[in-house]
């Protein structure tokens, strides 16, 4: 009866121990974006807030791994497709499944299909690269990266060194510019030319778009 009473408490325990009863969960994935005050320009419409990139790093870092990750897909996928085409290109002829296949014949389809697969996913993977810039640059280039107040954009610090060199006698008080005031971020397009991550991302992209 001992016997049996220690192995019920033992089952007990091993049905309510923290390994039986405790659920595990994966950590949560850092957000992307984050809320931030909309500008004086936003439209009022949309809400308070925006979400934006904490900085154009992360904003890069996800533009690249937003291309990596289309990129991988694509040519999963044209994987697929290639397979498909060579067998279908290098296919015996329907009147030599009247005889019984030879090694020869096997060994040939073998090095077509090798050939052709090669062929095919060679070009399959330019279109992907290609696919992948087209589908990650017009979102990425509108999206919102957190700035410092007063921060200029490229327009803006045109029209301040105009604004310099002028004469004194020529200012008024509508000449008086800089950054927006209360503007907290910027789209990333607003950043060419005076960010060196977007610079570096978008004037590449959007270079061999135009090309």
């Not at 019920?8 to 923290?18: A, G, I, N, R």
């Not at 039986?20 to 004086?40: C, E, M, N």
């Amino acid at each position: 009866m001992a016997t049996d009473a220690s192995e019920e408490h033992k089952k007990f325990e091993d049905d309510y121990s923290p390994s039986s009863t405790v659920i595990k969960f994966d950590r949560p994935i850092p957000l992307l974006r984050g809320p931030l005050p909309a500008s004086p320009s936003d439209d009022p419409s949309a809400g308070p807030y925006v979400l934006a990139f904490r900085d154009s790093q992360a904003w890069a870092s996800s533009f690249k791994a937003c291309e990596r990750k289309i990129v991988q897909q694509c040519e999963e996928g044209a994987r697929i497709g290639c397979a498909i085409n060579a067998s279908s290109k290098c296919k015996p002829p329907w009147w030599k499944a009247l005889s019984a296949p030879k090694l020869s014949d096997l060994k040939e389809r073998e090095i077509c299909e090798v050939r052709e697969m090669e062929e095919c996913f060679a070009g399959a993977k330019e279109k992907c690269v290609g696919f992948a810039k087209d589908k990650c640059l017009v979102p990425f280039r509108d999206a919102r990266i957190k700035v410092g107040k007063g921060v200029l954009n490229l327009k803006e610090a045109v029209k301040l060194i105009d604004w310099v060199s002028m004469p004194m006698n020529q200012m008024s008080s509508k000449c008086l510019i800089g950054g927006e005031v209360g503007v907290t971020n910027r789209r990333a397009s607003e950043l060419i030319g005076s960010d060196d991550c977007v610079q570096h991302i978008l004037g590449e992209r959007q270079q061999g778009a135009t090309n």
